[in-house]
């Protein structure tokens, strides 16, 4: 199966899994779990805006900084930006906050609605170079269908 096909597959079962459920905590715990699941990549999760920072929401994973700037590290950029951030080496990316040292890749897709940032999907990969535009594409439909739980 091709990547596009899986995240067709991927958001498809998310649709079902957030019908008739509204609890926000429920369908990011849920939808972290089925995208890291689909793709065993190494940290999958939510940072939701509180005030100036992004707070840690639910993930898979290691555990994983807490709190980040408005700005800092690829999160931080990918809220200020309101924009996807794909970042094929974070050793190479100016300002990148080290949660694990085993993160080498990541890609950041900011959750907006009226173009205000309500957090962002982080996926960090113990690979280099993981995350292409196929998952910018999968992934920033994965993020429209959870707007509507902000």
Excluded at 8 to 37: F, P, V, W, Y
Excluded at 70 to 78: I, L, Q, S, Y
Aim: include cysteine; charge should be negative.
């Amino acid at each position: 199966m091709s990547k596009t096909e899986k995240y067709t597959q991927l958001n498809a079962q998310l649709k079902s899994l957030l019908e008739g459920e509204s609890d926000r905590t429920a369908n990011l715990a849920n939808t972290a779990a089925l995208i890291h699941e689909a793709f065993g990549f190494w940290w999958t999760g939510f940072y939701l805006v509180r005030g100036e920072e992004l707070v840690l929401g639910p993930f898979q994973g290691p555990i994983a900084c807490t709190r980040i700037p408005f700005g800092k590290g690829v999160c931080g950029t990918a809220w200020a930006r309101r924009q996807t951030v794909i970042v094929p080496d974070v050793e190479a990316f100016p300002g990148h906050i080290a949660c694990s040292s085993q993160s080498r890749s990541e890609i950041v897709v900011p959750i907006l609605r009226g173009g205000e940032v309500l957090g962002v999907l982080d996926i960090d990969s113990r690979e280099l170079a993981t995350f292409d535009k196929e998952d910018a594409a999968g992934l920033e439909a994965v993020a429209a269908s959870l707007s509507v739980l902000f």
